[in-house]
Structures are given as C-alpha cells and as structure tokens.
C-alpha cells in the first residue's frame, strides 16, 4: 500500500473513530477536535466518580460502570441482559457490548452497536449545556473505536448499509435511560454541584437534528473513503 493511500485511510479513521461528525443546518461540520485515545473507559469512569459531587452523585453511574466492566470480562449474563433490552443501557455499555461482539467474530453486527453507541452518546452530549462533555464522548469513542472503525474503513459498503440501519433503528426505538449521564465526561463534573442540561421537551427536536447531522457526516465521510480507494493505486 502507498504512504499516500496510508495517510488517507488514517484521515477517514480518525473520522469514523470519533464520530465527531454533527453539522449545522448549512452542512458544516463541529464539535471536531483531535483528543487522543485513553484508557478503559471503566477506569475512566471510576476515577470521575471520585469527585462526583451533588447532583452529580444522583446518577445510577456505578451501576454503568459495573456493567461495563462485567460486559468487558464477558460476563454472560450481563451480556444476555444488554442483548435482551439495549435501550435501556447508556451508550458506554453499548460500546463494551459492541467490542465483545467484533471479538466473536460479528463484525457487522458489532458496527451497528458501535455506531449506536456512539450516535447516542453525541446526542446526550448536545442536551448538555456543558460544551466539555463533547471532548469526553470522543475520548469514550476512541477508547473503542479503533479496531472497529479500521473494518468499517475496509467496508465502506456494509457501513453504508449499516448507518442507515443505526439511523432507522434509534428513529423508531425509545431510550429508557437518563441522557443526564453524559454529565460526567464533562469539566463541570469536578468543580460542579449542578448538572446544566436542556429541558426533557427539547429532548426529541435534539435527537432528530443529530441523526440528521450524523447522515450527512456519514455520507461526507463515505465518499471519502470511497474516492481514497479509487483515486490512490496499490504499490
């Protein structure tokens, strides 16, 4: 493979990686920026609940960070339980859920759970008034991400088929947790009594905006990967 073919599959990555893809209505991209990969993400988790504080101690996120953990030891019970409901899990478990499933072999099945994951996770972050979370929904992306989104890079055709199952599939299905979760990857966290979020009746208008967003992010991203198969020989 070329060095030129190399550096534009790492572009596209990147990209997919982070799903630092949400637009304005003009089609512009934001929210892009270029954190690095972390840690677990459970450990990640368990060290901001340590300065967790006031309304910030109200959120069931031990018990999110338990099932993390249990989904990433392969704990199946806790498997069957997110595979049974998975609206009723937070986007970071669906992550772990998403990588066990890439690890048994499903690779497809593991891209749409990433990309919903990850679709929702951006859009709980939009209902926050704290602009820092978005910086920890691309690390808690990241953490993930890399394998996945290298497969997806490969198939940009099963990735197209599998966005617009992601995008159809969160269109008709009800969340059952609190996207007040998301609070915690922000700063505001750590220095914070109060967790600043939109009303619960914006809720629905900022989960439609942000699948509108991630369509036309998607499809940018998509052409890309594309035009870098065609445009870039083989050496």
């Known amino acids: 493979m070329s060095l030129n073919k190399f550096l534009a599959g790492l572009a596209v990555t990147g990209l997919l990686c982070t799903g630092c893809v949400t637009v304005t209505a003009d089609g512009r991209q934001i929210n892009e920026n270029d954190s690095p990969t972390t840690g677990k ?9 340590n300065t967790a504080k006031g309304e910030y101690l109200e959120l069931d996120t031990k018990k999110t960070n338990k099932l993390v953990q249990e989904v990433t030891e392969g704990n199946l ?5 997110v595979m049974d409901n998975p609206n009723d899990y937070e986007p970071p478990v669906l992550f772990a859920y998403a990588e066990q499933v890439y690890k048994s072999g ?7 759970w990433f990309y919903t994951a990850q679709l929702r996770a951006r859009s709980d ?5 704290d602009n820092t979370v978005h910086d920890g929904v691309t690390r808690l992306s990241s953490v993930y991400g890399q394998t996945i989104g290298r497969y997806a ?4 055709n099963e990735l197209e088929s599998t966005m617009n199952k992601v995008l159809e599939w969160d269109r008709i299905s009800q969340r059952n947790y609190n996207p007040k979760w998301v609070a915690i990857l922000g700063n505001e966290a750590k220095i914070s009594d109060t967790i600043r979020f939109q009303d619960p009746e914006k ?5 439609a905006e942000v699948r509108r ?6 499809d940018a991203a998509l052409k890309k990967i594309r035009e870098s198969k065609l445009e870039v020989p083989e050496e």
């Open 106 to 112: 499903h690779f497809d099945t593991a891209m749409f």
């Open 203 to 207: 809720y629905k208008a900022i989960d």
């Open 125 to 129: 972050a939009n209902k926050s008034l």
């Open 77 to 81: 019970d806790t498997i069957k339980k």
């Open 213 to 218: 967003g991630w369509k036309i992010g998607f």
């Open 153 to 156: 890079l490969e198939h940009p």
């Open 41 to 49: 993400t459970s450990q990640e988790l368990s060290q901001m609940l």
